[in-house]
C-alpha cells in the first residue's frame, strides 16, 4: 500500500511541476511571442503596403496566440526532458538541442507560407523565447527564489 501511496505522490508532484512550466512557458509566450509577435506585426506593416489599421481585436489574438504558443513550448520543453532522461541519461545538452529542434520544426512549419522576409523577422522572438524559457526553468527547478 506504502509503494501505491507514493507512486501517487510522484505521479501528481510530476503533473505540479508541468502544470507550472506550461503556466510559466504561457506568460513567456504572451510577453514574448505575443507582445513581440505584434510589435513585429507592426513594424512589417509600417515597412510595406500593408494595411496600417491596429485593432484591438487583432491584437487580442496575437497576444493569445502568443500565449498559447508559449504554453506548446512548455510541453516541447517537458517532451524534451522525458527524452532525454530516457535516451539520454538526462544529458542537458541533449534536451536543450532537442528543444532547440521542436521549436523550430513547429515554428517553420507555422511560418510556411508566409513571404520570406517578414517571416524571418519571428524567429529572433522564437530564440529568445526558447532561451528565456530554459533558463526559468532550470532556475525555477534550482530553487531560485528570483523566478516564479
Do not use: K
Amino acid at each position: 500500500m506504502a509503494i501505491a501511496h507514493t507512486v501517487t505522490v510522484a505521479r501528481g508532484t510530476r503533473t505540479r511541476a508541468l502544470l507550472h512550466e506550461v503556466l510559466l512557458g504561457t506568460w513567456i509566450g504572451l510577453l514574448v511571442l505575443g507582445v513581440g509577435g505584434r510589435a513585429v506585426m507592426r513594424a512589417i506593416a509600417l515597412a510595406t503596403d500593408a494595411p496600417r489599421a491596429l485593432t484591438l481585436g487583432g491584437t487580442v489574438t496575437v497576444l493569445a496566440a502568443g500565449a498559447a504558443a508559449g504554453a506548446a513550448g512548455a510541453v516541447l520543453h517537458a517532451v524534451s526532458r522525458a527524452v532525454a532522461a530516457r535516451g539520454a541519461g538526462g544529458r542537458t545538452v541533449v534536451r536543450l538541442v532537442l528543444f532547440a529542434a521542436l521549436l523550430a520544426l513547429v515554428t517553420a512549419r507555422g511560418l510556411h507560407g508566409s513571404p520570406a522576409a517578414p517571416a524571418r523577422a519571428f524567429w529572433p522572438l522564437v530564440a529568445l523565447y526558447g532561451v528565456l524559457f530554459a533558463r526559468a526553468v532550470r532556475a525555477r527547478r534550482a530553487g531560485d527564489s528570483r523566478v516564479g
